[in-house]
């Protein structure tokens, strides 16, 4: 019965837990959840990169390198003269967390020495589809987002 009248008292120590936790907490949690919700809405293009390893018995490693994109749904498809190459002949990476709520993924193939121009890298994700040639060492930095093809260090 004691407690029942403590509770119900002006000055009970409760109500004012109570009153900070419908004001100052559930404010926060609010602006977090919209903030999320937001973020669920974004789209966050890839920047995408090819590299190229040293050629060995005649063939070139070549990679191909999106990150930091958003959402994670993603499509990397080699093509030679605008076919996809057979799935037995690319080696996908894993899709990984980039560190800021963005993913990184990467797939691989082995190219012929000295017929590299003939091969694309395309991206498809979100809807938006990008083919292009990027040549073996080109500067990432000169990459754009999805209309051209960047680099991280993920998993091929």
Not at 124 to 152: F, I, N, Q, W, Y
């Amino acid at each position: 019965m004691e407690v029942k009248k403590h509770w119900k008292s002006d000055d009970s120590p409760s109500k004012a837990q109570w009153a900070h936790v419908q004001g100052t907490i559930g404010g926060r949690l609010q602006r977090y959840l919209n903030s999320w919700i937001a973020f669920n809405k974004t789209i966050v293009s890839p920047v995408v990169t090819v590299i190229c390893g040293e050629a060995l018995e005649d063939t070139i490693n070549a990679t191909c390198w999106a990150f930091g994109f958003y959402p994670w749904i993603i499509s990397l498809t080699w093509l030679q003269d605008g076919e996809p190459l057979n799935q037995d002949t690319q080696q996908s990476g894993s899709l990984l967390p980039y560190g800021n709520g963005t993913y990184q993924t990467c797939v691989s193939t082995r190219i012929p020495q000295g017929q590299e121009q003939r091969f694309t890298c395309h991206v498809r994700h979100s809807g938006k589809e990008s083919t292009g040639t990027v040549p073996c060492g080109a500067d990432p930095a000169a990459s754009k987002p999805m209309a051209s093809l960047s680099r991280c260090g993920c998993c091929c």
